[in-house]
Nanobody, 116 residues
């Protein structure tokens, strides 16, 4: 069965950076359009960045210019480089397929807290 494990979160001051990683197993990773989602306190989970098998990327307006998604198919891993972090970026971050009809069971997520 496919599995996802996110890592790299933590506590960071406003303006700081973090790099998240998501390791996938049990799926033909390279053909999946993958995305990073976040769930802010009291809000629904939302897609913030996505990347195709051909490395085409797309971003939510709220993170455009600050976040960069990338992938390493050889390592079955997708990354999210987050720069210029803001308190409103505080959330649990998850990765998964973008096709919501074919979601992999959600991983544990990784907590990102932006606070001074």
């Amino acid at each position: 069965q496919a599995q996802l494990v996110e890592s790299g979160g933590g506590l960071v001051q406003p303006g700081g950076s973090l790099r998240l990683s998501c390791a996938a197993s049990g799926t033909i990773f390279r053909i999946n359009v993958m995305g990073w989602y976040r769930q802010r306190p009291g809000k629904q989970r939302e897609l913030v960045a996505s990347i195709t098998s051909g490395d085409n990327t797309n971003y939510a307006d709220s993170v455009k210019g600050r976040f960069t998604i990338s992938r390493d198919n050889a390592k079955n891993t997708v990354y999210l480089q987050m720069n210029s972090l803001k308190p409103e970026d505080t959330a649990v971050f998850y990765c998964n397929r973008v096709d919501t009809t074919r979601l992999i069971p959600w991983g544990p997520g990784t907590q990102v807290t932006v606070s001074s």
